[in-house]
């Protein structure tokens, strides 16, 4: 497949895609294009807030609540942890203990700890703990290793 890219210096940005068949490397890019059009609807004080994925820093579920944290956000879900994680369902995004999922793309520092756990600096500062179940996924993620 040929790729070309084009920076522009005014108008929108624009991706086409122009194919004579479907195989994998075009569903792979279909793929990519269509997830940064889902858009996830939630509440915060009273309002219906709608936001990208890609925004999330992590999604928490709190006391039988679902909420989508992003960095000027927390927004309230209708939605359990398990559908959220579904809906993501990519590797951007890891379950990194039981009751929290981690967007990989906002995580700015890692630190090992003991018991086998890691503190995940995000880009607004903000420390996440990666349990000690799921850390051994989660440096698998890393090295690339999707398995």
């Known amino acids: 497949m040929r790729?070309?890219?084009?920076?522009?210096?005014?108008?929108?940005?624009?991706?086409?895609?122009?194919?004579?068949?479907?195989?994998?490397?075009v569903e792979e890019v279909l793929f990519f294009m269509e997830k940064h059009r889902k858009k996830?609807?939630?509440?915060?004080?009273?309002?219906?807030?709608?936001?990208?994925?890609?925004?999330?820093?992590?999604v928490e579920k709190v006391d039988n609540r679902?909420?989508?944290?992003?960095?000027?956000?927390?927004?309230?879900?209708?939605?359990?942890?398990?559908?959220?994680?579904?809906?993501?369902?990519?590797?951007?995004?890891?379950?990194?203990s039981k009751s929290m999922i981690l967007n990989v793309n906002k995580v700015e520092r890692l630190k090992s700890l003991s018991s086998n756990r890691i503190d995940a600096t995000l880009t607004n500062g903000?420390?996440?703990?990666?349990?000690?179940?799921?850390a051994s996924d989660f440096r698998k993620l890393l090295k690339g290793d999707r398995s």
Not at 8 to 13: K, L, V, W
Not at 40 to 58: A, H, N, T, W
Not at 66 to 83: C, G, K, P, R
Not at 126 to 134: A, F, K, L
């Open 66 to 96: 679902t909420f989508a944290y992003t960095v000027n956000n927390e927004i309230q879900l209708d939605l359990s942890l398990h559908a959220v994680e579904m809906m993501l369902g990519e590797e951007s995004y890891f379950r990194c």
């Open 40 to 58: 996830l609807v939630g509440k915060r004080d009273g309002e219906m807030i709608v936001f990208s994925p890609q925004e999330i820093l992590y």
């Open 126 to 134: 903000e420390h996440i703990i990666i349990s000690r179940t799921y």
């Open 3 to 25: 790729y070309t890219v084009n920076q522009i210096t005014e108008g929108e940005d624009e991706l086409i895609l122009n194919y004579q068949q479907i195989n994998s490397e």
